[in-house]
Structure formats: C-alpha cells, structure tokens
C-alpha cells in the first residue's frame, strides 16, 4: 500500500508544476552537471599550469552563486505559478463629481503598488477604458484589497476615499473590479470593489 502512495505523489507534483516546469528543471541539473565537469576538467588542467588552488575555489564559489540564484529563481516560479494570480482592474463611469489624481493598492496591508495620472490617461478611462492596475501573484487562502482613490472631489476640494473587499484565493486566477461611478442621487462618488 505504501508504493502505491510513493507513486501517486511524483505524479500530482508533475501535474501541479507541468512539463514546462519539469523540463526546466531537467535543463538546470544538467547544467549544474555540465558546470561541474567543466570546472573539474579546469581544476586538473590549471593544476599542471600553476593556478593557485585559491582562485579555483574562488571561481567555483561565484559559480554555486550563481546556480543558487538561479535554483531560487525556479523554486519561485514552481511555489506561484500563473494559477496563483491577482489581476486588479480599474474602471470609470463618467467622472463628474470626482477627478482621479493618484490610486494606491495594498493587499494584505502590504502596497502592491501606486499610480499617478495623466490627463490623457484619465480621459481615456472616462471614455470606458479599463486599466489594469496590477497583475502579481499571492498564495491561496483569505486576502483583504485595500485601494486608496486621491482627486478633486465635489466643490473641487481634495477628495480622498478607500474601499476594501475580502476575498478567498483559490487554484483559480482571480480578478478584481474597482469602480467609480458618480451617484446623482448623493451629488458625490462612489467607489465599490467587485470580485470578477
């Protein structure tokens, strides 16, 4: 019974990280083995030049550097792949009781990222363009969005407002909607924030 459990992990952990992954990290061993023997055949050949053992040990120690990046760089890859992302849009509706300066995102009380606007870029939003304010990755589990909105508000005062959302992140990409709308009603904006 405990082989047939040995056997169904490799199998789910080639079917989480995909052959893209895997063949990624057969190319890395191999080049970790083909660096290695490179440096040995190097080691022998410099041994009978007078190379001071020093600067070999040196040379192999940036190396293990470098391969160490490189590992991590992977591992990063295969701990958030694209089934993990966060895609967080933006959306304007007609823009008559606020005027959008500078947006600031945080996820999980950590700033994600923050944006300024230009003139055109508002009018394009005005005009139904959606932006795309950020695209990241985050691990699965319960996460809270904070966005910040700076502008000019009703009676061109400084205007500043926040909405937040929690959501649970699944196996599946998610998205996320932030919205300003005007409300003719309330004469002020509302922002609201939408699970897509």
């Known amino acids: 019974m ?3 459990k040995a056997h169904a992990k490799p199998h ?4 989480r990280i995909g052959l893209t992954h895997c063949s990624l990290i ?4 191999l080049a970790i083995v083909l660096n290695v023997a490179s440096f040995v055949a190097k080691a022998q050949t410099t041994e009978q030049d007078g190379q001071p053992l020093s600067s070999q040990i040196e040379d192999l120690k940036k190396a293990l550097i470098t391969l160490n990046r490189d590992l991590f760089i992977l591992e990063e890859d295969l701990l958030f792949p694209s089934s993990s992302q966060l895609a967080v849009y933006l959306s304007v509706d007609v ?10 995102l945080k996820i999980d009380d950590e700033v994600a990222t923050h944006y300024l606007y230009t003139e055109r870029q508002i009018n394009a939003l005005h005009r139904g363009g959606v932006q795309r304010l950020y695209l990241g990755n985050i691990p699965q589990g319960e996460h809270e969005l904070t966005a910040f909105f700076v502008g000019i508000g009703p009676e ?3 205007y500043k407002r926040a909405v937040s959302i929690q959501f649970e992140k699944d196996d599946d990409p998610q998205a996320v909607e932030l919205q300003i709308v005007d409300s003719p009603a309330k004469q002020q904006p509302e922002f609201s924030a939408v699970v897509l």
């Open 95 to 104: 823009g008559t009781f606020f005027t959008l300066d500078a947006v600031e």
């Open 26 to 29: 057969m190319a890395l061993i």
């Open 156 to 158: 061109n005062r400084p």
């Open 12 to 15: 789910t952990f080639l079917k």
């Open 2 to 4: 405990k082989n047939n």
